[in-house]
């Protein structure tokens, strides 16, 4: 079983829509949740990260942690096609070293 | 602020040929370092961490090596490249300011042919 399962997608909706992306991780020690975004042909940029359980709002997104089912969800408010892209989850330890990614979801927002 | 420098951003290299990627940090010291690769369509996967100068360790047994030959410098190499060597590598370290999550520089994308 990989540590953190992520549907690849790709996933196609239209401008304006609300999109929901979601992981599940296997291990409950994981403390530090993070999502990247990644454009075609670029390193991935931290978008947002919530230590332990809870939600963590930033502009249009909102990242949620439900540690009881080991499920951590990306929410896009009002998806723009500038947020075509794919989107990492990952996961991290506390004190760990390495930070263990999902294979990304591809998004695709249609003018 | 901290930011990442990989070179070359993209290399095309044959079958059996020798490979160098450079990767420096700013604006930090000591810092944790990672080489991870990205094959096409794939995640992320982790090849090598250090944790300081001259300790590496290594996630994926393989033709690639890496050093540290200094604090912020961390280098990626193989003796002779496979074509399933093909891929994007990225160099990645701790954001000091967003908790233990780190950050990615720009990536060298390498097409063995």
């Known amino acids: 079983q990989k540590e953190v399962e992520q549907d690849p997608g790709p996933l196609s909706v239209p401008e304006g829509a609300i999109v929901s992306l979601n992981c599940t991780y296997s291990?409950?020690?994981?403390?530090?949740f993070m999502w990247y975004r990644q454009y075609s042909r670029k390193g991935p940029e931290l978008l947002m990260y919530?230590?332990?359980?809870g939600n963590k709002e930033d502009g249009r997104f909102t990242a949620q942690v439900d540690k009881s089912s080991k499920y951590i969800s990306l929410f896009i408010r009002d998806s723009q096609p500038s947020d075509s892209a794919t989107y990492l989850c990952?996961?991290?330890?506390?004190?760990?070293?390495?930070?263990?990614f999902g294979a990304g979801t591809r998004l695709f927002v249609k003018a | 602020s901290q930011t990442i420098h990989q070179w070359p951003a993209t290399l095309v290299q044959p079958v059996g040929s020798p490979l160098s990627l450079e990767c420096t940090v700013e604006?930090?010291?000591?810092?944790?370092l990672y080489w991870y690769r990205q094959a096409a369509g794939r995640g992320l996967q982790l090849l090598f961490y250090?944790?300081?100068?001259?300790?590496i360790s290594s996630e994926v047994p393989q033709n690639l090596s890496a050093s540290r030959p200094q604090d912020r410098q961390f280098i990626l190499s193989s003796k002779k490249l496979l074509l399933s060597d093909s891929g994007f590598y990225l160099c990645?370290?701790?954001?000091?300011?967003?908790?233990?999550?780190?950050?990615f520089g720009e990536g060298s994308w390498l097409t063995v042919v």
């Open positions: 990952a996961v991290l330890y506390t004190g760990g070293f390495k930070t263990i």
């Open positions: 291990n409950s020690a994981f403390q530090y």
């Open positions: 919530t230590y332990s359980s």
């Open positions: 604006g930090t010291s000591n810092p944790n």
């Open positions: 250090s944790v300081g100068i001259g300790q």
């Open positions: 990645a370290s701790y954001l000091t300011a967003a908790g233990n999550t780190i950050y």
